[in-house]
C-alpha cells in the first residue's frame, strides 16, 4: 500500500491531481508535497481524500474509471 506523505504529520491537506500529460503530478494543496501520478499513487491519494470533497474534484478529473474499477455499489 502507497501512502502519500505530506511534509509534516498534522497536515490536513487535501492531494490535487496537478499538471497535464507526462507532468502530471499529485500535490498536497497545503504543505506542497509532491509525488508522480502514477495509478498506485493516484489511488492512495483517493483512499485519503475519501472524506473530503476533494474526491469529487478529483473524479472530476478524469478518476471516474478508477472509481468504478474499485467496484464501490455507488448510491
Ligand atoms: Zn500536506
Redesign the pocket.
Known amino acids: 500500500m502507497v501512502v502519500l506523505?505530506?511534509?509534516?504529520e498534522e497536515?490536513?491537506?487535501?492531494?490535487r491531481l496537478v499538471g497535464t500529460g507526462d507532468e502530471r503530478c499529485i500535490r498536497?494543496?497545503?504543505?506542497?508535497?509532491q509525488f508522480a501520478a502514477t495509478p498506485e499513487n493516484r489511488l492512495a491519494a483517493i483512499d485519503e481524500n475519501y472524506a473530503g470533497i476533494y474526491l469529487r474534484r478529483l473524479t472530476a478529473e478524469g478518476l471516474a474509471q478508477l472509481e468504478s474499477d474499485r467496484g464501490d455499489p455507488g448510491d
Open positions: 506523505e505530506h511534509r509534516t497536515c490536513t491537506g487535501n492531494w498536497c494543496d497545503r504543505c506542497d508535497s
